[in-house]
């Protein structure tokens, strides 16, 4: 019995047989060699390391991170093609840990018998659990597989530390349009695997619309082109140029790829805050037109609302917080599509407000001296004497009440003895909400100090600005 008979057949077709007319564009249009793939030149281009890692069949355990229609399988497929280990290809949506097992006790089986290592390629790996990834370590460790997976989800996520920690993370990045535009172009004019067959071309704006509806994903426009040409053909005989009304009528609505529970939930969010955070009306309503049209729960984006008018704006305008939970309340009895309304109201009020976030810095300095210096006493004079036990114990002893002496507001100590001293809110020029003191008629001497006070440049917080977004 050969080594053949005893292991599982190769499951990457020869390039041969991937340009069966049946397939989808997208599949008889893979790239088969380093001169098909395009878009991601910064880590295959001719002299990368990756490529002649590839090249040189020297490749190590890669975790292939981008989003659909990037390339992580063609990529895979190439690897395949180049390398002399046998390479298996595993699911992580069909297959489990008992079919795992399988594989590795075939991967062992062939090592003995023939010497050849294997690669496993282990497509959407972020379906795995933590516990069921934890079931790849002891053999990628080992050697006795090289493991390739492939996620659209950020792998410092979805991906347990130890496989991180030996496998290289590799970045495919979104498709440009030049490349885009490339992949297109070669689709219709390949007629062997592509659409050269039909003589068809694409008006320039017809072009444009077609990587517009792509939306970076190679597949999704190979996909929409493939449908357009079939449609036109059987409608139209004789049409070779198609115009972008052509395609309009023809391919439906193309949602916007948004992941509420993935990476893109948060780098949105976070684009739409710091817009807020510098002012920029324009930056904040295009990123909450990108989560509307996305699907983002409105509620979710009109909480961060709230929190934002606290942190950023505070007291440099107290009715943005007044808004911003308008804003809310709104959302929940008005719902959407007219939510969005309020959403924009909102979104371009709190960016047009001056900012502060003194009173949130405060607080966390505040927050970090009660962490530090312990359940620190409060002073006796600001206890509330309820029984006449804590009155002669001292309680409330020495309490001035600020109504009747005004004086009170200056040098009555509010901190523990340890803290007397410390400044936690620093106003600057734009806050509205700094404690007035009650004075007697002040001398102009005294009025000119307190304007220097107000006007002055604001000190630097002793922490770090809080994290944002």
Known sequence: MSVSDTLQPDLFPSPKETTVSEAPLAERLRPQEFSEFVGQDSILGEHQPLRRAIEADQIPSLILWGPPGSGKTTLAGI?????????????????????????IKTARLRRHLSGQPTILFVDEIHRFNKAQQDAFLPYVEHGEITLI???????????????????????????????????????????????????????????????????????????????????????????????????????PHKALRYDKDGEEHYNLISAYIKSLRDSDANGALYWLARMLKGGEDPKFIA?????????DIGNANPLAVV???????????????????????????????????ASYVGLLEAMGDATTMGNLAVPLHLRNAVTSLMKDLGYGKGYRYVHTD????????????????????????????????????????????????????PLQPSVSAPPGG
């Open 79 to 103: 690897i395949a093609r180049k390398t002399q280990a046998a390479f298996c290809q595993f699911s992580a949506v069909a297959s489990g840990i008992p079919e795992f097992r399988s594989v």
């Open 149 to 251: 997976g492939a996620t659209t989800q950020n792998p410092s996520f979805e991906v347990i530390a130890p496989l991180l920690s030996r496998a290289m993370v590799i970045v495919l990045q979104p498709l440009d349009d030049t490349a885009m535009g490339r992949i297109i172009d070669r689709a219709l004019s390949d007629s062997e695997r592509g659409l050269g067959k039909f003589g068809i071309t694409l008006t320039p704006k017809a072009r444009t619309f077609l990587v517009q509806f792509g939306n970076s994903d190679a597949r999704v426009a190979l996909t929409a082109l493939e449908y357009a040409v079939n449609q036109i053909a059987a409608e139209e005989e004789g049409l070779k140029v198609i115009d972008r009304k052509h395609l309009e009528r023809i391919l």
């Open 303 to 311: 909480r961060r609302m709230v929190i934002f008018a606290s942190e």
């Open 323 to 357: 808004v911003a939970t308008a804003v809310f309340h709104a959302v929940e009895v008005v719902g959407l599509p007219e939510a969005q309304i309020n959403l924009a109201h909102g979104t371009t009020f709190l960016a047009s407000c001056p900012k502060s976030n």
């Open 406 to 457: 005004p004086k009170a507001q200056l040098d009555q100590g509010h901190l523990p003895d340890e803290l007397q001293g410390r400044i936690y809110y620093r106003p600057d020029g734009s806050d509205q909400g700094e404690p007035k003191r009650k004075e007697k008629k002040a001398e102009p001497q005294q009025k000119k100090k307190a304007k220097e006070r107000v006007t002055a440049k």
